[in-house]
């Protein structure tokens, strides 16, 4: 149904001056949304919690409004948005680029739209980029058209040139993606890989849409107390999702991987009562947006093993193909001697 329009590459590709695609660390700004006094990040003006956030290898940062901003963040930045209908796609776009951002991830429809509504809804989010020469990446999310991996991946057949902000966290938990054939689902979706041009970071249980891990980040988490160990399980999501990236990277080419931990207002963090009562939450956001981070840049440096692999043995392929053709060939030479 798509013309395959180019893919408009993230804004943020001009940031770095390295050749080799890489992973680029942002931090979703809805992270720091009521974190506890306790937090490692303590508060700040806007100054000191962006140095704060540089020296912790964040590079740039997602802003979670739309808003115009009254003076540009000390470091790159992209936004947010939800689309509902197609007239907003062209809105939306327009707003974001004429502010600045680099690049930006929507929510796409409400997930009862039918394929003919889904469709019109992806037509205008491809259009308005190209028209505004801004990145759109459409999110895969509970209560949007991206809700479950089945219509996802035939959404895909159908626009081949869409590209995802994979949020693995909806899938894991709103699908329960480990009940049933876990290899099977990894399989279906590599189309959904090959195309993730942006992921935003979060762990999920199979019940639950936010989980921390421990600070051992090779330990089996200790929240992870059920059949499966889902701190394995996104290791591999966010590496197939890399690996995809990886696959159709230019020079210069950037993935930004920005942990949005939120806080319970939409019961995304879980919260339990302390010895007085008083309603905590169970871990420090920031902290373990930190340790999302080392996941990320080990999954990042597993993928790039698997390409150099797959490189490595198509080249010993070719080399066995070339090298049986020439036995042939001589064999046919000598018989045409003979």
């Known amino acids: 149904m798509t013309n395959f329009r180019t893919p408009l590459p993230n804004g943020f590709r001009n940031v770095t001056t390295d050749s080799a695609p890489r992973l680029m660390l942002l931090l979703n700004l809805g992270n720091l949304v009521d974190l506890p006094g306790s937090s490692v990040l303590s508060a700040g003006t806007e100054e000191e919690v962006y140095a704060r956030l540089c020296a912790d290898g964040f590079e740039g940062v997602q802003i979670t409004h739309g808003d115009p901003l009254p003076k540009s963040p000390a470091l790159p930045f992209c936004g947010l948005s939800r689309i509902n209908a197609p007239s907003d796609a062209d809105i939306v776009a327009a707003r974001h680029a004429d502010r600045g951002d680099r690049c930006i991830t929507v929510h796409l429809g409400w997930g009862i739209e039918d394929d003919r509504e889904v469709d019109a809804l992806v037509e205008a989010v491809l259009e308005a980029q190209q028209r505004r020469r801004i990145a ?18 035939q959404l895909i057949k159908r626009h081949p040139d869409v590209r995802f902000n994979g949020d693995f966290s909806h899938y894991y938990c709103g699908q329960e993606l480990v009940y049933g054939d876990w290899n099977q ?43 499966v160990n889902y701190l394995d399980d996104f290791r591999e999501l966010w590496t197939r999702a890399m690996l995809g990236f990886l696959k159709h990277a230019a020079p210069g080419d950037v993935l930004p991987f920005a942990p949005e931990l939120l806080a319970g207002t939409h019961y995304y963090a879980r919260l339990f009562p302390d010895a007085e009562g008083v309603m905590c939450e169970e871990s420090d956001r920031y902290a373990q947006a930190l340790l999302l981070a080392q996941i990320a840049r080990e999954s990042f440096a597993a993928a790039s093993e698997r390409q150099e692999e797959k490189k490595n043995a198509h080249h010993a392929s070719d080399i066995q193909r070339c090298g049986t053709c020439r036995r042939r060939n001589g064999g046919a030479a000598r018989d045409a001697l003979n």
Not at 204 to 218: L, T, Y
């Open 185 to 227: 689902k990894l399989h279906f979706l590599t189309p959904l890989f090959d195309r993730v041009g942006f992921m935003h970071g979060r762990i999920a249980s199979p019940g639950c849409i936010q989980v921390p891990i421990s600070k051992d980040v090779h330990a089996r988490p200790v929240q992870a107390h059920g059949v």
């Open 136 to 153: 759109i990446f459409i999110e895969t999310h509970r209560a949007t058209v991206t809700q479950d991996i089945w219509r996802t991946v």
